[in-house]
């Protein structure tokens, strides 16, 4: 019997020794979120999967937490999550192959609402108690009361819609060829009013129009990605913010299908875009280059052949970038905090399946 | 030990039975004692529907499906689907788009045969985990039979069938037709990720209906003629994923084979020409790549394939001992305008009755391809009386061509991926022990290696399309152990079996760092799996218990995402009555009992308990 006992307690704290190495992930529950400073991460999954997440990062702890949604909701996000935005309390989580937008209380991440009836949705952005949301296969762009969550209106318009961002009152949505590419789909940005819900202008741009950036100066920066079916190539672009005219492109030289490729530092003088690295099927490169530039960098700020970069974003309060690795896409990624000064890693973190977007939470 | 096993099939309404012997044999192929698997289907099925159904129950293989009437994949040995080559009377029908066969479009038809080997060149190149032979059977005895079966169960189950087979003195006939349908509008309680949400399973009906004629006759000169043909259609409204509500498809595939066989022996020396069709819609959904895209214009090149083939057989003898044989097949592809050929040498040599020697090399190639040499050598003893004992060994090397999605999926396929290869062996003992009259027990342990090199695998890059590429290398290992036992008494029979395996398979090649695949389960395949059959008869009524248990599942490469282990549990009982000519049997069939909550796809329930009430009706005229 002794001797039982005895096996007994070096078996109990061997089991206490190997939980005790294990790195346990911190679990917000209720208001605990609220207080929180750091960055969501959104983890946008493999198509058809159903295993998109959301993370996120907590500055003070420096920890995260992984499938927020799923562990607060009790129930998985869905299918390719893209994008999340906050407005008046409540975030709108675009989950795109899961054709809806699931609504959840900004405080505690507890589900709201889950607005259903899309074909695709991409994008949200809002403006004066409006939601409008891009939709990658239907030609229309849905308009949203973000309190009652019913539909308003539908925007007509010809192609995939993908980012959406508000300058000068206006909306800026980037249109694209859509994956069935014709002729006549528009391909560039449409200025939208958000009043009157009607399409002021239509700027063709090359194809693959998919991302969209504000700078200091209210010039609006398009990142395209080109289109393999007709060997069209990337291209970066700067739109005057007043009259919508091109002020600067650059050419990339390259197909530059990425999902979130643009970004903007808080400052709003540099911009940063990834680019398929040249001669690699997998590799992509993060670059930087001043708002005022005519030329495009020849080094890129973050190089590393190791790593399938998914998505990026810049800490300027931190001096940070943070890199997001898809790894092979079929597991799990990681998250790198990379000191800009110094090149160097701060600190790797795993989080979900296709990481690609980082939302701050200051 | 036949003679046991016969009386106990022609009682129990549900047994495995040893099947006759088909006159449609390759008269020259070699049998395997790799073959693990090896089931008539015949009215004895009378509650499945498709092969897969039935494979569902069989040791060593792994079928998985994402409703009733789904698309229905088989796999082994821990790889995916695609590693299976499914050959329809010896021929392959696996998607040359996809390399995958879904079984749910092979019925059940009246007199068939299904087998699993671990491995089988000799038909095929590409079964790297092994090869799945459905076969149909004309052993018609010289009369008529006719057959009426109806079906109906939860969910708007229902189907209709009528069979009618004749034979004469030189030619027998058959012909079997089916419909089915079901609405799938079941309900859930989805307690592994909405606790204590009641859910309905809505948009998910299907059906189906399936023509399936066979013709054989004598010719004067001694040659044989043969003609089998299924016709099958099937509409299915997907469901949706749950975390997908409104990602639903409607999914219309038909199936169209044809043979035509012609055969004669003289002597030691056989010729046998032999005519494929296939006609296959193609379009589903791959659990594995999910490649499939909405896309007209690639559909249109890549959704149809048709091939035609010629086998011609040929044998030598010398003395009593050794026996050299040979196939040559050639191949041609219409989608992709390509000639391909295999050809191979067996020999089978007997050094004593006790001791079975086999050995084949083969040669294959497809266009351009590279060529690949696949080989086995296999090792058999016996021991004891009524072959008691056996043990038996081999090791075959093999090789499987890449798809069409691979080489021409745009974008991203690749005309130059390499032909993916693989070393295997397979062992095992099997033990059978008559005790007297009343009891029979049956042993079986196989234990099987598999190395593949140069697994394609569609992998993301930075041109916005994912693309194939020779990166992967895995291995797998494992065991099946079977138990059966037989007990006759009076009108008391009792059969029961037993089966588990042991299936492991993992990444073993590092492509970085951080690469968290190494050596975890391969996905969609569980490591542990077990079955269960128990059927007790007296006189004409018999009870019948299966289950099937299996361990979790991974969804993903690197573990992160699983399927929980389930166990369903299924009981039927039936009724046998003979009036004169006339049989009536009744089955009442419970799946399910459980009501075990269960995804084979993940974020697809399965249905919970349901019942299937089955009548079948047959007149039977025998000629002296």
Known sequence: MKKISKRLVWLIGFFVLITSCRKTEVFYEKEDLKSAKGFYIINEGAFTMGNSSLSFYDFERNEITNDLFERINSRPLGDVFQNLKFYKGKGFLVVNNSAKIEV??????????????????????????????????????????????????????????????????????????????????????????????????????????????????????????????????????????????????????????????????????????????????TQFDIYEIDIDAKVLPSEPLYSDAKRYVYGFQIDEVKDELIVLDAIDGTQKGEMLRVDMKTNSVKGIYGVGYFPSNIIFKY | MQKIIGLIGCFCLSIIQVSADTQDSIAYSLELDTLLVKQSLSSNHISKSTVGDVLKS?????????????????????????????????????????????????????????????????????????????????????????????????????????????????????????????????????????????????????????????????????????????????????????????????????????????????????????????????????????????????????????????????????????????????????????????????????????????????????????????????????????????????????????????????????????????????????????MNEKWEWKHQIDIFFNKVSNMILWLPTNRGYFQPSNEGKVLAYGFNVEQSINWIKGFNKISLKADYSFHRSGNIQKKQQNDKTQWVQLPYYPIHSGKLSMIYSWKNLSLDIDGQTYSQRFVTRDAGVYIPAYTVLNASIAYLQKIKSIELEGKMTFHNILNDYYEEVKYRPMPGINYLFTLLITWKHEKN
């Open chain 2, 58 to 434: 069989s040791s060593g293989v792994f079928v998985r499906t994402n409703t009733l009437g789904g698309v229905q994949s088989v796999s082994a040995q821990g790889l995916p689907p695609q590693y299976v080559q499914v050959l329809w009377n010896d021929v392959p029908v696996s998607s040359g788009m996809l390399g995958v066969a879904d079984l749910s479009l092979f019925s059940i038809g009246y007199r068939q045969e299904v087998n699993y080997s671990s491995k089988s060149q000799e038909f095929v190149t590409g079964g790297l985990a092994g090869v799945v032979n459905i076969k149909n059977i004309l052993n018609v005895d010289n009369g008529h039979l006719l057959r009426y079966k109806q079906s109906l169960g939860s969910f708007g189950q229902l189907s209709s069938g009528l069979y009618y087979e004749g034979a004469s003195q030189r030619q027998s006939w058959s012909i079997l037709l089916n419909y089915e349908q079901a609405k799938n509008d079941f309900s859930y309680n989805d307690y592994t990720v909405f606790p204590n949400v009641n859910r309905t399973q809505k948009y998910g009906k299907y059906n189906k209906w399936n023509i399936y004629p066979q013709w054989s006759m004598a010719l004067k000169n001694g040659s044989h003629l043969y003609w089998y043909q299924e016709i099958l259609s099937i509409h299915r409204e997907i469901p949706p994923y749950l975390v997908s509500p409104n990602n639903l498809m409607n999914q219309n595939d038909i199936a169209v084979r044809q043979m035509i066989k012609w055969s004669k022996k003289k002597g030691d020396f056989e010729h046998s020409i032999r005519g494929l069709y296939v006609y296959q819609n193609l379009y589903y959904q791959d659990f594995v790549l999910n490649i499939e895209r909405d896309n007209k214009e690639n559909q249109g090149l890549l959704r149809y394939q048709g091939s035609f083939k010629f086998h011609s057989n040929w044998k030598f003898s010398f003395g009593n001992d050794i026996k050299i044989s040979g196939v040559q097949t050639k191949n041609y592809h219409s989608v992709v305008k390509e000639y391909g050929w295999d050809a191979y040498m067996a020999m089978s040599f007997l050094p004593n009755e006790n001791t079975h020697l086999k050995a084949m090399i083969k040669t294959a190639t497809r266009s351009h391809l590279q060529w690949v040499l696949p080989f086995f050598v296999e090792a058999t003893t016996y021991k004891g009386k009524n072959h008691e004992w056996k043990i038996w060994a081999n090791i075959s090397k093999d090789a499987r061509f890449p798809t069409l999605n691979d080489r021409f999926w745009v974008p991203g396929g690749k005309e130059d991926l390499r032909t993916e290869t693989s070393i295997n062996s397979t062992s095992g003992v099997s033990f059978n022990h008559l």
């Open chain 1, 104 to 281: 959840v209380d900004s405080a505690s991440m507890r589900s709201i609402q889950t607005i259903e009836g899309f074909v695709s949705p991409k994008n949200i952005e809002f403006y004066k108690n409006k939601a409008f949301v891009t939709d990658l296969y239907s030609n229309v762009i849905t308009v949203l009361n973000p309190e009652t969550f019913e539909k308003i209106a539908t925007i007509d318009v010809n192609g995939s819609t993908e980012d959406i961002v508000l300058s000068n009152n206006k909306l800026i949505v980037a249109v694209n060829q859509s994956v069935e590419y014709t002729e006549d789909n528009q391909q560039g940005i449409l200025v939208i009013n958000p009043e009157t819900n009607q399409v002021e202008k239509y700027i063709k741009l090359s194809e693959g129009a998919i991302d969209v950036e504000i700078d200091y100066n209210n010039d609006i920066w398009v990142y395209c990605t080109g289109f393999w079916g007709n060997n069209a190539l990337g291209k970066l672009y700067k739109l005057d913010g007043g009259n919508y005219t091109i002020k600067q492109s650059f050419d990339f030289g390259r197909l530059a299908y990425f999902g979130a490729p643009l970004r903007i530092n808080s400052s709003k003088n540099k911009i940063y875009f990834a680019l398929a690295a040249a001669g690699s099927y």
